[in-house]
Nanobody, 121 residues
Framework: VQLQASGGGVVQAGGSLRLSCAATGRSFGDYTAGWFRQAPGKEREFVASIRWSGGIAYYADSVEGRFTVSRDSAKNTASLEMTSLQPEDSGIYYC???????????????WGQGTLVTVSS
């Protein structure tokens, strides 16, 4: 599976961005698709995920209520709608996929290239 992330950019605090993750090589099918992020000098952290079959979503506490993860099975694409962005949301966002229902860094099977999100204050 190859994962292609897009949609990063620069936005002012309070603004919104939408990230997309397109999968090629196989469908997400019975996988979980999601997003991790890494800020400079910090460890990579889980952001959000969605179980492809059933659509159950999970969020980090820090983004709950502001971010929404969704899927489009016809396009084999996952999206992350980010609203009320804050400077602490800045970082490289990685699209991921794995067989586990709850994704952690150690059980991610596929990592996409990152897309940079910068939130200015």
């Amino acid at each position: 599976v190859q994962l292609q992330a897009s949609g990063g950019g620069v936005v002012q605090a309070g603004g919104s961005l939408r990230l997309s993750c397109a999968a090629t090589g196989r469908s997400f099918g019975d996988y979980t698709a999601g997003w991790f992020r890494q800020a400079p000098g910090k460890e990579r952290e889980f952001v959000a995920s969605i179980r492809w079959s059933g659509g159950i979503a999970y969020y980090a506490d820090s983004v709950e209520g502001r971010f929404t993860v969704s899927r489009d099975s016809a396009k084999n694409t996952a999206s992350l709608e980010m609203t009320s962005l804050q400077p602490e949301d800045s970082g490289i966002y990685y699209c991921v996929a794995g067989a586990a229902i709850r994704l952690q860094s150690g059980n991610v099977a596929y990592w996409g290239q990152g897309t940079l999100v910068t939130v200015s204050s």
